[in-house]
């Protein structure tokens, strides 16, 4: 529902922001500003994008945490998505996500409302003999692919052939895989 009422609300605001600067300064003038912030915008992503991508490599060589540089880089290119959409609000909200501080806050706001796992949280749950790997008894697991409940960390076996594909005219011409 949000985001129907998202891909309805930006036109209409935007046909508005257009329609009222448009008559204020002229058709030229409005155009001329819409593409000098589209310019303004690409020079400010690219920047901004390579300094990201910079930190991140830098934090993952020193083996530190790198979730702060990707997420600045996802709100960075959303910034760039935005940026390419004409219009006033649009250009107005990537040029606000390109500023450094603001995209800190809406980080912070954002991890308040999403939970992450790391990968080695993730594998200490699966560990071997780890309370958690165990499960609770009534809980319900993964399923195998017969349809019965299985525990966490148990490996099911199973067997497999090859079979030919009955369209294909001669299986030896096929490419080694």
């Not at 329609?19 to 003038?29: A, F, K, S």
């Not at 083996?63 to 959409?85: F, K, N, Q």
């Amino acid at each position: 529902m949000l985001l129907f009422l998202l891909l309805v609300l930006v036109p209409i605001i935007e046909i508005a922001l257009f329609i009222e600067v448009g008559g204020w300064l002229g058709l030229w003038p409005t155009l001329a500003i819409v593409i000098a912030t589209a310019f303004a915008g690409t020079l400010l992503l690219r920047t901004q994008g390579f300094r990201t991508l910079r930190d991140l490599q830098s934090r993952i060589d020193r083996r530190e945490d790198p979730s702060g540089p990707l997420a600045h880089g996802a709100l960075i290119l959303v910034a760039g998505v935005v940026l390419l959409t004409p219009g006033f609000f649009t250009d107005a909200l990537g040029l606000v996500l390109l500023v450094p501080g603001f995209r800190t806050l809406a980080i912070r706001v954002l991890a308040r409302r999403v939970a992450v796992v790391s990968m080695r949280a993730m594998h200490a749950r699966r560990a071997p003999g780890s309370t958690e790997a165990r499960g609770s008894a009534g809980a319900r697991g993964p399923t195998s692919a017969w349809g019965g409940a299985t525990q966490r960390g148990q490996t099911v076996e199973g067997a497999f052939r090859e079979v030919d594909d009955p369209d294909d005219p001669d299986p030896a011409e096929r490419p080694p895989r």
